[in-house]
Nanobody, 124 residues
């Protein structure tokens, strides 16, 4: 069982930066895939970025590549999403999630554990 808690969301102007955190408790095996997803109003939840808890196999959605960076701190058992050059279209609730199946995929269906989400609003 894994518990995930996101934090760090807020309101930022276009072009600004935010860092989201995802604190994990319980079992977080190095083979787990950890991901960030987002859901904008009226839209389906979509993949943003993922990596294995060991730090490998990093992958980003094209829409955020070069602007967002996923990372982790083993000592704090925490994952981060550093977001830069933010755009109004990045406005969404951001969720972290864990996939224990070692599938290394981006499909929402693979992710068994989810946080409660944190709101990011980018003003133009």
């Amino acid at each position: 069982q894994v518990q995930l808690v996101e934090s760090g969301g807020g309101l930022v102007q276009a072009g600004g930066s935010l860092r989201l955190s995802c604190a994990a408790s319980g079992r977080t095996d190095s083979t787990y895939t950890m991901g960030w997803f987002r859901q904008a109003p009226g839209k389906e939840r979509e993949f943003v970025a993922r990596f294995t808890w060991s730090g490998g196999r990093t992958y980003y959605a094209d829409s955020v590549k070069g602007r967002f960076t996923i990372s982790r701190d083993y000592a704090k058992n925490t994952m981060y999403l550093q977001m830069s050059s933010l755009k109004p279209e990045d406005t969404a609730v951001y969720y972290c999630a864990a996939d224990p199946s070692s599938s290394y995929g981006s499909s929402l269906a693979l992710y068994k554990y989810w946080g409660q989400g944190t709101q990011v609003t980018v003003s133009s």
